[in-house]
């Protein structure tokens, strides 16, 4: 029985990976900050790569689905912990999350989003280093916008507001393209791609199946919602975040509602038939909220 040690288990992506392990009959423990309940499918650690965590376990496979800087800076002491320890083995194998922001924030006009992009490509180095000299096979995926959990920062609080309000205010002329990724293809993606040898070593950007401007993905979020879409024009947005003073995305985020952040998928499709959904907005609130929104919209039919 293959063994799974998944940092991040509660988070957007790991809720979906969780469940296609134990389909496929393996030993599953999660990490997480806070208890969870006792199940016969999955074994539960308490730990935090910011604090205390507990000894890493012999396993076949690590997901780090968390912050990768943290587990990055954790996973060299682990290791050394782990070969002193009797019986004990390094795993064989690592997939990561990082971010598309490793690439897309390189160059922004705001110095905070430059340092992002830097500390992700640097966790990325010491990963990649760190797997080489210990003969780990790792890979690394650099996904775009994730939704599907309702819990990312950037597309579930505008489903939020619009089912609560009834309206959304579309920046009018956010002509770039986003190509958002749903949290359950990022967990197939892992299971495809963690015994196929042409991904070791590399790093992948991973999008969603479907390319749309800005605003666009702002009015399919809007429909889903049961909302009013109000065009509002970019120079009222980039006043109003202007008196928000750190309550609105910054300068960096409105400057690239007019560029195209997309992910070529190519790459992966072609080492392990990655194959993204397209954008499902009434999936934005997560698998609970979609359930309402979709009553919702029949209802207000009637």
Known sequence: MRSNLVLGATGAVGQFLLPLLVAHGEHVIGVSRDPQALT????????????????????????????????????PRALDAQARAPARAAPMRILALSSMSAQSKQESIDAAERQLAARLAAAEERLFACARER??????????????????????PLARFARRWHVLPIPRGASGLRQPVHAADLATACLAARDVSATFGNTYALGGGERLRFD????????????????????????????????????????????????????AARDFGYAPRE????????PASAGATAIGAKKRQV
């Open 135 to 156: 003969g780990i096979a790792c890979t690394i995926f650099r996904p775009t916008l994730i939704y599907g959990a309702g819990r990312d920062a950037s597309l579930a």
């Open 279 to 286: 954008f499902v907005a009434a999936d934005v609130p997560g």
């Open 40 to 75: 016969k499918a999955v074994e539960w650690l308490r730990g935090d790569l910011f604090s205390a965590m507990p000894q890493l376990p012999s396993v076949d496979v690590v997901y780090s689905l968390g912050p990768l800087d943290a587990f990055a800076d954790w996973l």
């Open 216 to 267: 666009a993905m702002f009015a399919r979020i809007a429909e889903a919602s049961c909302a009013m879409a109000v065009p509002v024009p970019l120079a009222l947005v980039r006043a109003a975040a202007r008196l928000a003073r750190g309550r609105a995305p910054g300068a960096g985020a409105l400057a690239r509602m007019l560029l195209d952040l997309v992910a070529d998928n190519a790459p």
